[in-house]
């Protein structure tokens, strides 16, 4: 049931559904239950329970199938290509983080320089 603490109904659902894939409750493959059975479940309405599935999707914890259901996405297992592909992107993110503070000195050289202050 969803509780009155001020956070929307659909981001309870969200977490309950999460924890529940995260536990092994609703493991991979699994199909969630119907949007009716969530309804009930969660006493709210159908639009709140699809807009928890849709954000549910959006982060790719679950994948939709025409006429079959939603279902629990299968995680593929974090190899070493994985890890590299993360080492990659981090020195990536930390040569354009450098770039930018250079380019940030640099334009508030030329800012000092141009708006001087009247003496």
Do not use: N, W
Not at 43 to 60: P, Q, Y
Not at 66 to 85: H, I, L, T
């Amino acid at each position: 049931m969803v509780e009155k603490t001020g956070r929307p109904a659909y981001l309870q659902i969200v977490d309950e559904l999460r924890d529940q894939i995260r536990s092994g409750a609703l493991p991979a493959g699994t199909a969630l239950p119907s949007i009716a059975q969530l309804c009930e479940r969660f006493d709210v309405s159908a639009s709140v329970v699809k807009a928890a599935i849709s954000v549910l999707r959006t982060e790719g914890t679950v994948v939709g199938q025409q006429g079959k259901g939603v279902f629990v996405r299968e995680v593929p297992a974090a190899g070493p290509e994985s890890s590299a592909v993360s080492t990659e992107v981090l020195d990536q993110l930390a040569h354009m983080r450098k770039s930018l503070k250079e380019l940030g000195d640099r334009l508030a050289t030329l800012e000092a320089a141009v708006f001087q202050e009247p003496k």
